[in-house]
C-alpha cells in the first residue's frame, strides 16, 4: 500500500505532503507475539497495519480479556493511553507476522506545523466509535457477530473463535453456536 493510498483515507495532501509523510514516518517489522506497548507504558504513537494483525488485551493472572482487534489497513494505538498520555491498562501484541508504519506524536505535530493539511490525521483518532456501538447498546450475541462481520469481516478468518468470543464478551460456545446457525 502507497502513502498515497493510506492518507488518502483521511484527507486530501499533496506530493509535498506525502515525502513530509515518509520523512516522518518509521517502517517497522513485528514477529509473531512481538510487543507493540507493554502494559504500563505511555503509547507515544499511532500505527498504520501494512499486513499482519495484532490484539490488544488486559490480562490477570489467570485469563487475558480481548479488548480489540487489528487487522490490516487500519490505525491502530492505545486510545487512552495516547489521548490522556497516561499509562496503559492493555498490552498490543502481534498475533502474526506485521509490518506497520509508526507516526509518533512527536512527528505528528511536526507534520501539522508544516502543512495544515495533516490536521486531517485527527480522523483517526474517531476509533472508539466501532466499541462505542458493540458495548453501549444492548445487542444479542447474533447482533454483535453480525456487526463484527459487516465492519471487520477479516476479524472471523484472522482470529480464532475464543479471541473473537472475549472481544464480543460472550462465551466461546455462544459464537460457536451464533457462526453455525449462519
Known amino acids: 500500500m ?8 483521511v484527507g486530501q495532501f499533496s506530493s509535498h505532503d506525502l515525502l513530509l509523510f515518509e520523512e516522518h514516518s518509521v517502517r517497522r517489522l513485528f514477529r509473531k507475539n512481538d510487543v507493540l506497548l507493554h502494559l504500563g507504558e505511555i503509547c ?8 499482519g494483525s495484532f490484539f490488544q488485551f488486559q490480562s490477570n493472572d489467570i485469563t487475558e480479556t480481548i479488548i480489540d482487534l487489528h ?3 487500519e490505525w491502530m494505538y492505545n486510545h487512552p493511553s495516547l489521548i490522556e498520555q497516561k499509562v496503559s491498562d492493555t498490552t498490543i501484541k502481534a498475533f502474526e507476522q506485521s509490518e506497520v508504519l ?3 506524536l512527536t512527528n505528528l505535530h511536526s507534520l501539522i506545523v508544516k502543512s495544515q493539511s495533516f490536521l486531517s490525521l485527527g480522523r483517526i483518532f474517531d476509533q472508539p466509535n466501532n466499541r462505542t456501538y458493540l458495548f453501549d447498546r444492548s445487542l444479542s450475541p447474533v447482533e454483535k457477530y453480525n456487526y463484527i462481520k459487516n465492519a471487520k469481516p477479516l476479524i472471523v478468518k484472522v482470529f480464532p473463535v475464543k479471541m ?10 455462544t459464537l460457536s453456536r451464533v457462526r453455525a446457525n449462519h
Open 44 to 51: 507515544q504513537s499511532v500505527y498504520f497495519i501494512l499486513s
Open 2 to 9: 502507497s502513502t498515497q493510498e493510506i492518507l488518502n483515507r
Open 71 to 73: 487487522l490490516p489497513k
Open 102 to 104: 509508526e507516526l509518533s
Open 164 to 173: 473473537i468470543a472475549s472481544y464480543l464478551k460472550i462465551a466461546p460456545e
